[in-house]
T-cell receptor, first 115, second 110 residues
Framework: GAGVSQSPRYKVAKRGQDVALRCDPI?????LFWYQQALGQGPEFLTY????????KSGLPSDRFFAERPEGSVSTLKIQRTQQEDSAVYLC?????????????FGDGTRLSIL | SQQGEEDPQALSIQEGENATMNCSYK?????LQWYRQNSGRGLVHLIL?????REKHSGRLRVTLDTSKKSSSLLITASRAADTASYFC??????????FGAGTRLTVKP
């Protein structure tokens, strides 16, 4: 498809397990963003890539969160030693330009539940 | 942290009525965007208004921006049941990318 694709759509993990969430942005899009969305809230910024460079990771809540985009296309968000407060929807978005504050195209998210 | 604050938190109207949602923010912006999110889906970009613009239209959508009051409004005219969704404003700032508000949940009853 032509949109942003995220997998898995749903992930259930036990507290303490590591999880990896994948994002396939729109082909050729320079910028890639990860957001965390709690129930009934707006998306909270986590991190931002321009091509393979992670330019802003100020939103990552702890050092258990790690994101990478090694070849400037697919990105993975990894959460180590998951905690119950990590339960949320994780949204990925991409943008065709490297300029900040431009329209973003979102995937449908991964709903993560930590038991 | 979230920058924009939408008002009201929830809005319920009849099909055919107009819906108005407001967004207030605290610090200077480069632009402001509105997004829609259907339940269980990602956000869809609706419209972008720059800080030097006062009003923009797109189909049944009308967005206004008042930088002196640090506020924006989204008007949906002649609403339809398919407009039922959450609507978010996102403020774009000089050195940071967009920050979203908590959203307005719109219900349009057929």
């Amino acid at each position: 498809g032509a949109g942003v694709s995220q997998s898995p759509r749903y992930k259930v993990a036990k507290r303490g397990q590591d999880v990896a969430l994948r994002c396939d942005p729109i082909s050729g899009h320079v910028s890639l963003f990860w957001y965390q969305q709690a129930l009934g809230q707006g998306p909270e910024f986590l991190t931002y890539f321009q091509n393979e460079a992670q330019l802003d990771k100020s939103g990552l809540p702890s050092d258990r969160f790690f994101a990478e985009r090694p070849e400037g296309s697919v990105s993975t968000l990894k959460i180590q030693r998951t905690q119950q407060e990590d339960s949320a929807v994780y949204l990925c978005a991409s943008s065709s330009t490297g300029v900040l504050n431009q329209p973003q195209h979102f995937g449908d998210g991964t709903r993560l539940s930590i038991l | 942290s979230q920058q924009g604050e939408e008002d009201p938190q929830a809005l319920s109207i009849q099909e055919g009525e107009n819906a108005t949602m407001n967004c207030s923010y605290k610090t200077s912006i480069n632009n402001l965007q509105w997004y829609r999110q259907n339940s269980g889906r990602g956000l869809v970009h609706l419209i972008l208004i720059r800080s030097n613009e006062r009003e923009k239209h797109s189909g049944r959508l009308r967005v206004t921006l008042d930088t002196s009051k640090k506020s924006s409004s989204l008007l949906i005219t002649a609403s339809r049941a398919a407009d039922t969704a959450s609507y978010f404003c996102a403020t774009g700032h000089v050195n940071n990318d967009m920050r979203f508000g908590a959203g307005t949940r719109l219900t349009v009853k057929p």
